[in-house]
């Protein structure tokens, strides 16, 4: 193999020398100045996107705190007005209430006043009825009957009453 001979030796070493120096000067001005600069901004691209992502938390915590406190307001009015809706309909259902007492009642009365006077009516009519069946029965019984005499005793029972 030729690597391996003694004569080529010392030309070899040369070479390599050379070759390393131009790629490590190659390398370190060219390629690794690329890849740092590459790294650098990714790196900074990052970074940035970090920074940008906790400005973006803060401002949805900041959100999401405000949402939650406008929640809470609108709770808190809701049931103040839900508690004012109440007694508002519990006002207006005990005024319905005494208005319906109030017109029962005087339909009640309107009722006591229509039953006495039909009980009245028909007390009245009673004394003419049993005017009627009495000098009926008188009638067949005895064959005739005086009406005034009838009209009497009927009167006198019912001054008993």
Do not use: C
Not at 29 to 37: A, K, N
């Amino acid at each position: 193999m030729p690597q391996l001979a003694a004569e080529t030796f010392a030309s070899q070493l040369i070479w390599l020398a050379i070759t390393f120096v131009i790629l490590y000067l190659i390398m370190s001005r060219v390629v690794i100045p690329r890849v740092g600069g590459i790294l650098e901004d990714r790196e900074a691209r990052i970074r940035g996107d970090l920074d940008k992502a906790e400005e973006l938390k803060a401002d949805a915590d900041k959100a999401m705190a405000e949402y939650e406190a406008r929640l809470a307001s609108a709770r808190t009015s809701a049931n103040q007005i839900i508690g004012e809706m109440k007694a508002t309909m519990a006002t207006e259902t005990e005024k319905r209430r005494h208005e319906i007492d109030a017109e029962l009642s005087k339909r009640q009365a309107e009722a006591e006043v229509k039953i006495a006077e039909q009980r009245d009516s028909a007390l009245g009519s009673l004394d003419e009825v049993a005017k009627q069946a009495t000098a009926a029965l008188v009638e067949r019984l005895t064959g005739s009957s005086d009406e005034d005499r009838v009209a009497r005793a009927v009167a006198s029972v019912g001054e008993g009453r």
